[in-house]
């Protein structure tokens, strides 16, 4: 059965990034707190968390086959140059195929959908290996949402008030959304949060 998650390290006043991309010294800090190496296809991105962090980040990955984003975040971090730091392949939303960037970057594991989250969520579930398929936060978690395609949010909650920026959810419709089944973990300068989007 699929499952399909959001999740993202979220300011206390709910963004995912300050104004003008600003804040991510704060949002990613937990990434950075530790000694805890965890893996990462990028040296230039690493990983260094408390145990507690360590262990949850590992559950948390493990469970996961497969990213949705949007053109956006694509095009704001260059496809992370063929390779999510997490090594899961990536499927994005988009209203044009780059295909420029795909002949720059044979054999990386994008696919690019062009009618909508539900074909992106249909076209993930072949790549997802039976595992999770993780939305990213933003307008493609709020689609999902409204449509009833989410069935869980997780929210690494950063002690700090950005003051704008990037909401995690954006302008949501068809409220109110009730969640359930809350789970709590407490990490350095971050609590985990998990919650169950309870469907009708």
């Known amino acids: 059965m699929r499952k399909v998650i959001t999740g993202a390290s979220m300011s206390v006043d709910g963004y995912i990034a300050g104004p003008e991309e600003s804040g991510f010294e704060h949002l990613f800090a937990w990434y950075s707190a530790g000694d805890h190496e965890f893996p990462s296809t990028h040296p230039e991105i690493p990983f260094r968390l408390t145990e507690v962090d360590y262990q949850h980040l590992r559950e948390h990955v493990g469970s996961l086959g497969v990213f949705v984003v949007g053109r956006r975040l694509f095009d704001l971090i260059d496809g992370w140059g063929g390779i999510h730091p997490l090594d899961r392949p990536i499927v994005v939303v988009t209203h044009t195929i780059p295909?420029?960037?795909?002949?720059?970057?044979?054999?990386a594991p994008?696919?690019?959908?062009?009618d909508g989250v539900e074909s992106a969520l249909e076209q993930a579930s072949k790549v997802a290996g039976g595992k999770a398929i993780a939305v990213n936060a933003g307008t493609i978690a709020r689609q999902c949402l409204e449509?009833?395609?989410?069935?869980?949010?997780?929210?690494?909650?950063i002690p700090v008030v950005l003051g704008g920026g990037t909401p995690f959810f954006d302008h949501?419709?068809?409220?109110?959304h009730l969640l359930d089944d809350p789970t709590v973990?407490?990490?350095?300068r971050v609590t985990h949060l998990r919650y169950r989007v309870r469907n009708s």
């Open 147 to 157: 449509a009833g395609l989410l069935d869980e949010i997780h929210i690494d909650l």
């Open 185 to 188: 973990v407490l990490g350095e």
């Open 110 to 114: 994008f696919t690019f959908v062009t």
């Open 172 to 176: 949501v419709g068809a409220g109110p």
């Open 99 to 107: 295909r420029e960037w795909i002949d720059e970057h044979p054999g």
